[in-house]
Structure formats: structure tokens, C-alpha cells
């Protein structure tokens, strides 16, 4: 039986969108292009992402993650109860979708179809990404429009568990190696101007965590991953700053195999942290920026992974990019640049490989 292949590298989720892509949601929100044009043209279009990422070197790939309007909306693909409009001065007169109705499932095999899609354009195992129930409650629910629903926030997370484990298991059937629960909540708590906010900061930390392993429960035949960010903002950098000390009691109470983890900015604090995760736990390790214009380059990442080693064994490392790198529908970062960070990683992890197999 071969050996598991040491330092392999996936991404987050997300490749930049061109501007073709944006303008293409922007005209079919604006009701100049049918639902059926988008989708062919989608077709022709998600291969790029996904050669891009093979071009590059990248062991797991994703779709780019370009059929989205963003990582958060996705739930209103697969689910119904959503109102979408513009938020206007709340947010920043952006799209955002609001809980108004009872969640009920929509199309469950809307994305196992968009991966059957991906699987079948791609050598190289694939990832699909879902917002986590704690994520979608933060965004979505609206004390003013939506507690005559939901009466409270945490009524409508639970709500949204058997919608998501519904993904999760479709997913799993469609051949996806990877399933990823997106929750960047979760890291925000070791900012302690964040976790003022909370009555008890760490009980709702503990909150997130099982809701997540509620989605998760009983799943098998994919790798369950967790990805922990500070919030991406692009060029204006990230949100939550400090270690993850502060939320190790609820990643530890994490039943999932993986967690994908930034380190490259400052914020992130020390790699010591990673010592006192289980070892069952595979380190999906932030080695690349994905918001900065410097492209590290390889020597950099090998490093930054050469850091690592020393808290934790190199059979538990997965290389990846802090996060992804157009979380956001107004996410602005160029495509080469991007595919120029992602072989660089890819060049690092066969120095890994020489210097350490």
C-alpha cells in the first residue's frame, strides 16, 4: 500500500472571480440574463478555476467556488425562507440575504451536482465549502424580521442543522473528498474586544462548536473539515486579532478531521498553540497570504511549514492559503496573482518533500 502523500496542498474554497463572473451575477440579479443562460455560461467558465488550480500544483482543488454569489448566500441555493434585497446603510448597501420564513429544503442536490460537475472536470480530488449553522445565524437572522420565526438566533441555527447535514451527506454520495464547514465566528472569539460583547463569551464559542458537530454527526467517506479565520477583507486586511489559545477548549471539543488555519498574518499569534490540538486532528496550515499583494515565495512558505514542525508531526500538515481568496462577491484580488501563490505553494511542499520524506 503506498504512503499518504506528505504536505499536500489544497486551497480554502474560494479563487478571485473575473470580471466576466461578477458582471455575469450582476446581470442575471438584474434580470438581463435567464437562469438557464447562467448556467451555461458557468459551465464554460468553472473548468478555468479548476485548471488553474491543477496548473499550479494544487492537490485538492475546489470549483473557485465561482457558481456563488458568495460563501454566505449559498444557503439560499439549497433552502427557502430567505428575503434578499439591498441592506442599504446597515450594510453598506450591499446584498444580503434575511431569514423571514420558515427554512425549509429546497433543491438538496444543487451542489452535489456542481461537484459531480468539478469531479468530472478535475484530476485531482475535490473540496466544496458550506457556511456553518453558527456563520449563517450571525448573517442571516434579524432580530426586527425574523423572531416571529425564530424567536431567538440560536432557534434558527438549529433550524438550519438538518439542512446542512442534508449537503453534507449528498456531497459525500456525489464523491467529494473534502467537506469544509466555513465559520470564521468561531475564530473571532479570541479578540477580546469580540468576546466583550458576549454575557459569556466562551459558552457561545462552545455553542458554535456543537453545532457544527451536529452537522458532522455520523458522516463518513469524506474528510470533515472546519475552516477558523479572522474574517477576510481583502487588501483592507482581516478583523479578529490574537491567539488561538483562547478558543482551544472548543476546537478540542470538535469531532471533525480537519482544521484549516491561518498563520501568515501577525494576528494570528504563535504556532506553540498547535501542540495542544488532538492528534487526530489534521493542520490544513495558513501558509500563504491571500490578501496581500506580496506573493511569498517558496522558500518563505517552506519555513513558515519548517515552523510548524516543531509543535506538530509533518504527517499532519495540509498546505493552504490562509483562507479564500474572494470569500466576498466584492472581492478584488487578481487571478495571477493568485495562480502565482498557489505554485509557489505547490513548489514549496516538493522541497518539503525531498528534504523530509
Known amino acids: 500500500m503506498s504512503q499518504p502523500l506528505l504536505f499536500p496542498t489544497t486551497v480554502v474554497g474560494s479563487m478571485p472571480r473575473p470580471l466576466f463572473v461578477k458582471e455575469l451575477f450582476d446581470e442575471f440579479h438584474e434580470g438581463k440574463v435567464s437562469d438557464a443562460e447562467r448556467q451555461r455560461l458557468l459551465d464554460e467558465s468553472v473548468p478555468l478555476a479548476i485548471a488553474l488550480q491543477e496548473t499550479a500544483g494544487v492537490d485538492i482543488v475546489s470549483d473557485g467556488e465561482w457558481r ?88 434558527f441555527a438549529r433550524a438550519i442543522v438538518p439542512i446542512l447535514r442534508a449537503q453534507v451527506t449528498a456531497l459525500a454520495d456525489a464523491g467529494v473528498h473534502t467537506v469544509q464547514l466555513d465559520d470564521p465566528h468561531l475564530c473571532l472569539f479570541v479578540d477580546p474586544e469580540v468576546r466583550k460583547t458576549f454575557a459569556d463569551a466562551d459558552r457561545e464559542a462552545m455553542h458554535c462548536a456543537s453545532l457544527i458537530n451536529d452537522v458532522f454527526q455520523g458522516m ?41 488555519m491561518e498563520f501568515t498574518i501577525p494576528a494570528a499569534g504563535d504556532m506553540r498553540c498547535l501542540r495542544d490540538l488532538p492528534a487526530h486532528f489534521r493542520i490544513g496550515l495558513g501558509c500563504v497570504d491571500c490578501r496581500g499583494e506580496v506573493i511569498d515565495s517558496p522558500e518563505t512558505i517552506v519555513e513558515r511549514v519548517e515552523k510548524a514542525m516543531e509543535h506538530v508531526a509533518k504527517e499532519r500538515l495540509v498546505l493552504a492559503p490562509d483562507c479564500g481568496f474572494a470569500p466576498g462577491n466584492a472581492a478584488d484580488i487578481p487571478l495571477d496573482e493568485a495562480y502565482a501563490k498557489l505554485r509557489n505553494m505547490a513548489r514549496a511542499a516538493h522541497v518539503l518533500r525531498e528534504r523530509h520524506g
Open 68 to 155: 456563488r454569489f458568495s460563501y454566505v448566500g449559498v444557503i439560499s441555493d439549497v433552502a427557502s425562507g430567505f428575503t434578499r434585497g439591498l441592506s442599504g446603510e446597515k450594510r453598506d448597501g450591499k446584498y444580503w440575504h434575511t431569514v423571514t420564513g420558515e427554512v425549509t429544503p429546497g433543491n438538496a442536490d444543487v451542489l452535489a451536482e456542481h461537484a459531480r460537475f468539478a469531479i468530472a472536470h478535475s484530476s485531482r480530488p475535490v473540496k466544496v465549502a458550506l457556511p456553518s449553522p453558527y456563520l449563517l445565524s450571525v448573517r442571516m437572522w434579524d432580530e426586527t424580521v425574523s423572531k416571529n420565526v425564530y424567536p431567538t438566533r440560536e432557534d
Open 220 to 260: 463518513n467517506g469524506i474528510v470533515r473539515a472546519v475552516h477558523l479565520c479572522r474574517r477576510n477583507k481583502g487588501r483592507q486586511g482581516w478583523v479578529g486579532e490574537g491567539s488561538y489559545d483562547r478558543i482551544m477548549d472548543p476546537l478540542r471539543a470538535l469531532d471533525v478531521d480537519q482544521l484549516m
